[in-house]
Nanobody, 125 residues
Framework: QVQLTESGGGLVQTGGSLRLSCAAS????????MGWFRQAPGKEREFVAA???????YDSDSLKGRFTIARDNAKNTVSLQMSVLKPEDTAVYYC???????????????????WGQGTRVTVSS
């Protein structure tokens, strides 16, 4: 099984920045795509960003320009740099991985194979 461990969440004021990190276990299949979703209270899980093994990125249109995803293949980690944070960014942020497949499904939480436990981000007004 693949284990994912997120870190970096916390409390930040509007306009601030946070950097989230996710470490995957060595059991992650070679070539896996890695990504981030978030879920606010009372809302469905929402796609944030994803990145393939070769570095091709997928971004949410609503977050593009503020959030940046990156990965370090040597360390089996993926990060999410979040800037100009807003109260509506408050959510639990989840790291996920999946084997490459139809790219049209990358935005759907149900199409991802493994999930971390999440790290909470709270943006105060």
């Amino acid at each position: 099984q693949v284990q994912l461990t997120e870190s970096g969440g916390g409390l930040v004021q509007t306009g601030g920045s946070l950097r989230l990190s996710c470490a995957a276990s060595s059991h992650m299949p070679s070539g896996s795509t890695m990504g981030w979703f978030r879920q606010a209270p009372g809302k469905e899980r929402e796609f944030v960003a994803a990145i393939t093994m070769r570095g091709f990125t997928y971004d949410s249109d609503s977050l593009k320009g503020r959030f940046t995803i990156a990965r370090d293949n040597a360390k089996n980690t993926v990060s999410l740099q979040m800037s100009v944070l807003k109260p509506e960014d408050t959510a639990v942020y989840y790291c996920a991985t999946r084997r490459p497949r139809n790219a049209n499904t990358i935005f759907e939480a149900s199409e991802w194979d493994y999930w971390g436990q999440g790290t909470r981000v709270t943006v105060s007004s």
